[in-house]
């Protein structure tokens, strides 16, 4: 990895070059999907931890043995929960284990008119609408099989003025241009169906702190950044149908899809801060035990010996079989689409 430039420094230059290139880059996606670019996102909520070092392996190896570019991007545009201390953690993580990214991290908190010109593109043409419902009144919703709340479209005809504040801003999945039966062909999964207005509601896009939601940042920087193919994890598929609605509703390209098996706790909770997963060891010894799991829960022929991090991956982009992972259960959650 690059020695990492002051912050700020790395920021504008990200942004320079995206001023200018953002048509382009939506338009090379859309027309050529040639030159594969794969892209980690994580959130700097807190060191990386087992669950996220799989997610990485996969999107890393899956897009060095396409010949790709491999990107990152530090999703902070949760500005409540994410922390500059961590992203530096998280980038000196990524360099120990042996990743070397292409290209400028990206930083969502620093990307605000981005989105906010994705905002405003669905608003002129009424594909949003504000709400102005409390966290009380939502709390009364039903909720979906995966715990999230289905917005009910209390406020869609509501038209709640710009001058009332807070409120947050939805996508109207009623509104005739946009179809919000969304389905792909993920790589691992096979076919994932979802009727949105059923399983999720009309969602947020920007919240009523003025945060802009993940859906639609995540939507505007893969087409930004001409993502070809998002490898992630599986606890991720089931929101990845909102974002295609997204990606046609702002004529931007639909990368391909691979959702790759979550690490569990023995409890069988997903690993996350929230159950309180431990940041990856910073022993070398045990570095090379966590790669050698995590390529194990990728379901991956054994790697049998390597001196370094850097070289247990130059191994794993030769001999990695994405096939593998096509073998994979059926997705709990899916089965409730
Ligand atoms: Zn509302």
Redesign the pocket.
């Given at each position: 990895m690059k020695p990492l430039a002051a912050p700020r420094d790395a920021a504008r230059l990200a942004q320079s070059r995206d001023a200018t290139e953002f048509a382009q880059s939506c338009d090379a996606a859309q027309l050529a999907q040639s030159r594969y670019v794969g892209r980690f996102a994580p959130s700097p909520t807190g060191p990386l931890h087992f669950g996220s070092l799989v997610a990485a392996l996969a999107s890393y190896v899956d897009a060095r043995a396409n010949d790709g570019q491999w990107l990152v991007r530090i999703e902070d545009v949760d500005t409540q929960r994410c922390k500059r201390e961590h992203e530096l953690t998280i980038l000196r993580q990524l360099d120990a284990y042996g990743f070397d990214h292409d290209g400028e991290v990206l930083r969502q908190s620093e990307r605000g008119e981005y989105y906010r010109d994705a905002l405003h593109r669905l608003a002129m043409r009424s594909l949003t609408y504000r709400?102005?419902?409390s966290r009380k009144t939502l709390a009364l919703a039903h909720r979906n099989p995966e715990g999230e709340i289905v917005y009910p479209g209390?406020?869609r005809d509501a038209a709640v003025s710009a001058e009332v504040s807070p409120a947050a801003v939805r996508f109207n999945l009623s509104h005739r241009e946009v179809n919000a039966a969304a389905s792909f062909d993920d790589r691992a999964y096979g076919l994932i169906a979802q009727q949105l207005r059923e399983a999720v509601g009309d969602f947020v896009l920007r919240r009523a702190d003025g945060d802009f939601a993940y859906q639609l940042a995540v939507v505007v920087d893969d087409a930004q950044q001409g993502v070809t193919d998002v490898v992630r994890g599986a606890d991720l598929l089931l929101n990845t149908p909102r974002q295609i609605a997204l990606q046609r509703a702002l004529s931007v390209a639909t990368p391909r899809y691979l959702h790759a098996p979550i690490a569990t706790n023995s409890n069988g909770e997903k690993l996350s801060k929230q159950t309180r997963a431990n940041a990856l060891p910073e022993r070398h010894d045990e570095q090379l035990a966590a790669l050698r799991d995590a390529w194990h829960l990728l379901r991956q022929t054994q790697i049998e010996s390597a001196a370094s991090t850097r070289e247990f991956l130059r191994q794993a982009v030769a001999i990695w079989q994405p096939e593998r992972l096509a073998a994979l259960q059926i997705h709990p959650a899916a089965q409730n689409l």
């Open positions: 709400c102005v419902c209390t406020c």
